[in-house]
């Protein structure tokens, strides 16, 4: 049961890692925009860049995992079928 309930908390797709990335946009703009009104000025909009850019780097690394996971699944399916030809 438990192991179900960690799945629904894997991203599993592009889509799936969009709505994420697009969440955290949203949550990163609001701070942003509470960091202007907190800092007025150039204070308040290195803050926003650096919220903004954090979300950045956040959803390039979400993306990134996508395609190492993709790329390691593929890899352990070739590595399975050359074990089933070639038994030592």
Not at 14 to 40: C, M, N, Q, V, W
Request: aromatic letters at 10%; glycine letters at 10%.
């Amino acid at each position: 049961m438990i192991r179900k309930i960690g799945r629904l908390f894997v991203i599993k797709n592009r889509f799936e890692a969009s709505a994420i990335i697009y969440a955290l946009a949203l949550g990163g703009a609001e701070r942003g925009k509470h960091y202007l009104d907190t800092f007025p000025g150039f204070g308040g909009k290195m803050l926003f860049l650096a919220a903004m850019v954090a979300v950045f780097m956040a959803g390039s690394k979400i993306l990134d995992a996508l395609s190492y996971e993709r790329v390691r699944a593929a890899d352990a399916i070739t590595a399975a079928g050359a074990a089933d030809r070639n038994p030592i």
